[in-house]
T-cell receptor, first 114, second 111 residues
């Protein structure tokens, strides 16, 4: 199976600081990577779609200046939460698509902003 | 508007009690339908991809089927370790090929 590694698994940061989350496809090249946010007992909310070497496409209502996405290579995408505030606390999950169909998920990052 | 609806929201089964989870979808063009399993505090784990009506996929106690309007995930003789949230997602045929997720079914299998 395809493996997607997300790091860190959890992070606690102070309000006003920035946090970077990494997503790597370990054994395949990802044509596209997705970033999701998930609230307790709710489904995944797509934040943005990124393709290697191009700007990310953000979903309506997602602040692109707060959630910076960089897709530097076919195996690495990063999400930076800038000037984080307590309302940004959530579970963030990345996924990487192999080819045009199947997407595989990272293990998620629990962000707590204090 | 593209939409995915899963039912029931929650399901409690006795060990060995078979059942089915439903995923109904409305999408302008279906590229694929996906089933995932998600454990608490973890990312979704890929289970199946279905592409066309009539297709079936099996893995251990799980079997996924697809029609033009819905998909079923059949669980045969479940065990407590099958307890998880099962998510269904559809992929659009055009545009960015993004996925639309349902809200999931929380399955609890009692020993």
């Amino acid at each position: 199976g395809a493996v997607v590694s997300q790091h860190p698994s959890w992070v606690i940061c102070k309000s006003g600081t920035s946090v970077k989350i990494e997503c790597r496809s370990l054994d395949f090249q990802a044509t596209t990577m997705f970033w999701y946010r998930q609230f307790p007992k709710q489904s995944l909310m797509l934040m943005a779609t990124s393709n290697e070497g191009s700007k990310a496409t953000y979903e309506q209502g997602v602040e692109k200046d707060k959630f910076l996405i960089n897709h530097a290579s076919l195996t690495l995408s990063t999400l930076t939460v800038t000037s984080a505030h307590p309302e940004d606390s959530s579970f963030y999950i990345c996924s990487a698509r192999r080819g045009h169909t199947e997407a595989f998920f990272g293990q998620g990052t629990r962000l707590t902003v204090v | 508007e593209d939409q995915v609806t899963q039912s029931p929201e929650a399901l409690r089964l006795q060990e060995g009690e078979s059942s089915s989870l439903n995923c109904s979808y409305t999408v302008s063009g279906l590229r694929g339908l996906f089933w995932y399993r998600q454990d608490p505090g973890k990312g979704p784990e890929f289970l199946f991809t279905l592409y066309s009506a009539g297709e079936e996929k099996e893995k251990e106690r799980l079997k996924a089927t697809l029609t033009k309007k819905e998909s079923f995930l059949h669980i045969t003789a479940p065990k407590p370790e099958d307890s998880a949230t099962y998510l269904c997602a559809v992929q659009e045929e055009s545009g960015t090929y993004k996925y639309i997720f349902g809200t999931g079914t929380r399955l609890k299998v009692l020993a």
